[in-house]
């Protein structure tokens, strides 16, 4: 009884503040409660949260009426349909990205964690607050008391800003081979042989041989 009360005070609380507030005060702007739905904003939108392509309250609904309380229990259900619970796709490669669920005990109640898998690692999704008897309180747009995880910028599991996963492009077909006639080679020109130098001898008139220059090898 003393559990429910504490529950019921702690949904005003929720509803009377709006949203929850940081250590300084200041409303936290990635909560939306349950039951609120999230502006709508273009789907290429680098601001637009991941959690605006999941289910949360179906999600929900797991939880509190199907009394799915663990993180294995409730990542099973939403993986056997991809695409059903969740449109994440942060790799761009037009398929679901896998999910996973963990469950943490917190001093408010209960806090679920929605987490992508896509190959290039573990990025925060959600995570949804529910009151100790289950009742779904809403959710943030990343991790509890952290920075929201969108589609510009997504939230690693550990809340740290991660790098944009590398979109594999299909390779640019090779060009195409043109055809060229091969320029024909011309065949060298054979020089004439370079005489051989030797002895040049005068021929006397009168030796009984022609007379002039006589070359001697």
Same mark, same amino acid.
């Given at each position: 009884?003393?559990?429910?009360?504490? &529950? /019921?005070?702690?949904?005003?609380?929720? /509803?009377?503040?709006?949203?929850?507030?940081? /250590?300084?005060? %200041?409303? +936290?702007?990635?909560?939306?409660?349950?039951?609120?739905?999230?502006?709508?904003?273009?789907?290429?939108?680098?601001?637009?949260?991941?959690?605006?392509?999941?289910?949360?309250?179906?999600?929900?609904?797991?939880?509190?009426?199907?009394?799915?309380?663990?993180?294995?229990?409730?990542?099973?259900?939403?993986? %056997?349909?991809?695409?059903?619970? &969740?449109?994440? +796709?942060?790799?761009?490669?037009?398929?679901?990205?896998?999910?996973?669920?963990?469950?943490?005990?917190?001093?408010?109640?209960?806090?679920?964690?929605?987490?992508?898998?896509?190959?290039?690692?573990?990025?925060?999704?959600?995570?949804?607050?529910?009151?100790?008897?289950?009742?779904?309180?809403?959710?943030?747009?990343?991790?509890?008391?952290?920075?929201?995880?969108?589609?510009?910028?997504?939230?690693?599991?550990?809340?740290?800003?991660?790098?944009?996963?590398?979109?594999?492009?299909?390779?640019?077909?090779?060009?195409?081979?043109?055809?060229?006639?091969?320029?024909?080679?011309?065949?060298?020109?054979?020089?004439?042989?370079?005489?051989? $130098?030797?002895?040049?001898?005068?021929?006397?008139?009168?030796?009984?041989?022609? $007379?002039?220059?006589?070359?001697?090898?």
């Amino acid at each position: 009884m003393l559990g429910r009360i504490c &529950s /019921a005070a702690l949904i005003l609380l929720v /509803a009377a503040c709006g949203k929850p507030v940081d /250590a300084s005060g %200041k409303q +936290d702007g990635s909560f939306t409660k349950a039951g609120m739905e999230l502006p709508a904003m273009p789907l290429d939108d680098p601001n637009r949260p991941l959690a605006a392509d999941l289910a949360v309250l179906p999600v929900s609904m797991l939880v509190t009426y199907n009394r799915l309380h663990t993180g294995d229990k409730i990542g099973d259900f939403i993986n %056997k349909e991809p695409g059903k619970f &969740s449109k994440v +796709d942060i790799d761009k490669d037009k398929v679901p990205d896998p999910l996973s669920a963990a469950m943490k005990d917190i001093p408010e109640g209960h806090a679920l964690e929605i987490h992508a898998r896509p190959a290039a690692g573990d990025y925060i999704v959600a995570t949804m607050l529910f009151d100790p008897e289950w009742e779904f309180l809403g959710h943030y747009n990343g991790l509890k008391g952290g920075g929201a995880s969108t589609i510009g910028v997504p939230l690693l599991a550990t809340g740290v800003p991660g790098p944009l996963p590398t979109i594999n492009a299909a390779p640019a077909p090779a060009p195409t081979p043109v055809a060229t006639t091969p320029t024909p080679v011309a065949s060298p020109v054979a020089s004439p042989p370079t005489p051989t $130098a030797g002895t040049v001898t005068a021929v006397p008139a009168g030796s009984g041989q022609t $007379a002039g220059v006589k070359t001697t090898p």
